[in-house]
């Protein structure tokens, strides 16, 4: 007589895994830090700039430790070039705090510290969140605003 | 006649011979109800009666004659008028005449093909059913008797199973492996993911199991994806060299066997959507085709002639599944 049969359930032979494999460090180490905000210039052509540090073992990254510096509209050229170029979604920028450039505020406006702060947060997540994604590692222009000392905006875009 | 609600009219009732000892299966209506019917097989008669049951008893019922049908039809809901019968069986009952007294007739589809099973989706029903009219002058009495049809098949003798390797160059790179292609409702679905290399931040990874049904021919085809299930396989970042087991039993989910262009009109497939999340909610996924097929629960018991019938169509099981088997070492 038929007795109820039950599934082979076993798992699939799968091999080994190499120790240091999986006590290593991994390969998809990505770190990407903004941090000390400057004013730099005088007077109404005052603006801010941030370092931008990016460790990482990725090897589409030519330099594994590296730290540039930046402002806000870079980020803005980095947004547009990757808009243009790449299929991606790019992620939002902190605000352009039009309002804040206006005069007779009370405060710093633009050089108000929690603003600074505020923005420097915002700029963190979307480098992080950007840098990565695969298709904009592709970019050039992404490699030449975390890697090169200044932007070249006359640059020829195109794929690394 | 009934004009003035004076006129004679009928009830009609059908009842199939084996009511009592037919199985019954449950089958979800357009509007997500769930209601049992019988359930027959390919090559199974469908018997029984037809039971006129007069309104006003000592009034006559005149009547155009009096028919049972056996239908099998498809239906497209963005074209209700248009119904596709595919088997349409006729048996007349009584030729034009008057009824006086309620009265009973007996009704034989013998074997009858049932080509495809039961099916209410999205887009497109296929159903079978019983009708019975008494024709009159001006309006006929009807009355449908729906019943469902399952379709069964044996096991494949080919059921190789699925081993590929995926990836985005130089960022993620899987070999994934399900043990089967072909599975059955109530099968269980054991498969392996193995890493070869990771340059992205996983969060987590799923797997989904899609449903697309298919309506429509040529510039006008429509599908319908519907995800059944969502199963989370691993929580957490994998490395290099990891291999995460897949075990997922598809008995607990509505699952219909896998229909390819049923009568030219619709197809429902199955699909595994292998689906790695990372860290900024980007989504890897890899999709993957099953096969889906009902399997008999005829077992080697004492059957009845019909089944037998039946059953000549698809054997039951000639591999039987292996139970697991368990080593215990002796420590001597």
């Known amino acids: ?160 | 006649m009934s004009f003035f609600g004076f006129g004679q009219s009928a009830d009609i009732d059908i009842v199939l011979n084996d009511a009592d000892t037919r199985k019954k299966a449950e089958h979800k209506s357009e509007d997500g109800r769930k209601d049992k019917y019988f359930l027959f097989y390919d090559g199974e008669t469908v018997a029984g009666k037809v039971n006129v049951n007069l309104k006003y008893p000592g009034k006559r019922l005149e009547h155009n004659g009096i028919k049972i049908e056996f239908v099998g039809q498809i239906e497209l809901y963005y074209d209700r008028g248009n119904h596709h019968e595919f088997v349409s069986l006729v048996k007349d009952l009584a030729r034009p005449g008057e009824l006086t007294q309620s009265q009973s007739f007996d009704f034989e589809f013998t074997h009858v093909e049932k080509p495809y099973e039961s099916y209410t989706g999205q887009n497109v029903k296929l159903r079978y059913f019983l009708r019975a009219t008494v024709g009159r002058r001006l309006n006929d009495i009807s009355k449908e008797l729906d019943i469902v049809v399952h379709t069964l098949s044996t096991y494949p003798e080919l059921n190789s199973s699925i081993k590929m390797e995926v990836g985005i160059e130089d960022c993620l790179h899987i070999e994934f492996e399900y043990n089967k292609s072909k599975y059955h409702l109530k099968d269980v679905i054991v498969g392996k993911i193995y890493f070869l290399l990771v340059r992205i931040k996983i969060k987590h990874m799923e797997i989904d199991i899609i449903k697309r049904e298919t309506t429509g021919t040529g510039p006008n085809v429509y599908h319908e994806n519907d995800t059944i299930a969502k199963y989370e396989i691993m929580d957490g970042a994998p490395v290099r060299g990891e291999s995460i087991p897949i075990r997922l039993f598809l008995a607990g989910y509505e699952l219909t066997p896998t229909m390819r262009d049923v009568n030219k009109k619709f197809s429902v497939r199955y699909y595994l959507n292998l689906v790695l999340i990372d860290e900024e909610e980007r989504r890897y996924f890899k999709q993957q085709e099953i096969t889906l097929w009902r399997k008999g629960d005829i077992v080697r018991k004492s059957m009845s002639h019909q089944a037998a019938i039946a059953s000549q169509r698809f054997e039951s099981s000639s591999h039987p599944e292996k139970s697991p088997t368990q080593e215990i070492e002796e420590n001597s």
């Not at chain 1, 052509?45 to 990482?56: A, H």
């Not at chain 1, 170029?85 to 705090?97: E, F, M, R, T, Y």
């Open chain 1, 1 to 160: 007589m038929s007795q109820p049969t039950v599934a082979d359930t076993r798992r699939l032979c799968s091999k080994p895994q190499d120790l240091t494999d999986a006590y290593g460090p991994p390969s998809n180490f990505l770190e990407i830090d903004v941090f000390d905000p400057q004013t730099v210039g005088v007077g109404r052509t005052r603006y801010t700039v941030y370092k931008v540090r990016m460790r990482t073992n990725l090897p589409i990254f030519k330099l594994k430790d590296s730290c540039v510096t930046r402002r806000y509209s870079d980020f803005e050229w980095l947004k547009t070039e990757l808009e243009r170029d790449s299929k991606i979604v790019v992620p939002p920028l902190p605000g352009k705090a039009l309002k804040r450039q206006l005069p007779f505020r009370g405060d710093e406006g633009i050089f108000e510290d929690s603003f600074i702060e505020e923005r420097r947060v915002g700029l963190e997540q979307f480098i992080n969140r950007i840098a990565g994604h695969p298709l904009a590692q592709n970019e050039r222009c992404l490699h030449m605003f975390l890697q090169e000392e200044s932007i070249d905006r006359n640059y020829i875009p195109g794929k690394v």
